[in-house]
């Protein structure tokens, strides 16, 4: 069982950042595939950003904007979110999955955080 905890979170204006971190149980933290997803009230969750050992994946509408990373030491990823935007609004999830690729952590979440509230005003 690998328990993930969020936090990071915030209010900011347009343009303004945030980072977001997420810390994992677990003592086999740098083989698991790490993901950010966000979701609003009446829409599915999406993923954000995603990154594994080998490869790192974004979503179309946060690149050149967010980074994702990781800290296997701290078993720790993060969300480095820049010019943030008002539709960035959402609550922020973070997710391990078993895969070794980034590309494949969308379908394959084995475990979610709690999630964290950010919100971006205009």
């Known amino acids: 069982q690998v328990q993930l905890v969020e936090s990071g979170g915030g209010s900011v204006q347009a343009g303004g950042s945030l980072r977001l971190s997420c810390v994992a149980s677990?003592?086999?933290?740098?083989?698991?595939?790490m993901g950010w997803f966000r979701q609003v009230p009446g829409k599915e969750r999406e993923i954000v950003a995603a990154?594994?050992?080998?490869?790192?994946y974004y979503t179309d509408s946060v690149k050149g904007r967010f980074t994702i990373s990781r800290d296997n030491a701290k078993n720790t990823v993060y969300l480095q979110m820049n010019s943030l935007k008002p539709e960035d609004t959402a609550v922020y999830y973070c997710?391990?999955?078993?895969?070794?690729?980034?590309?494949?952590?969308?379908?394959?979440?084995?475990?979610w955080g709690q999630g964290t509230q950010v919100t971006v005003s205009s």
């Open positions: 990154i594994s050992w080998r490869n790192e």
């Open positions: 677990g003592r086999t933290f740098s083989s698991y595939g």
């Open positions: 997710a391990a999955s078993y895969s070794g690729s980034a590309y494949d952590v969308r379908d394959q979440v084995a475990y």
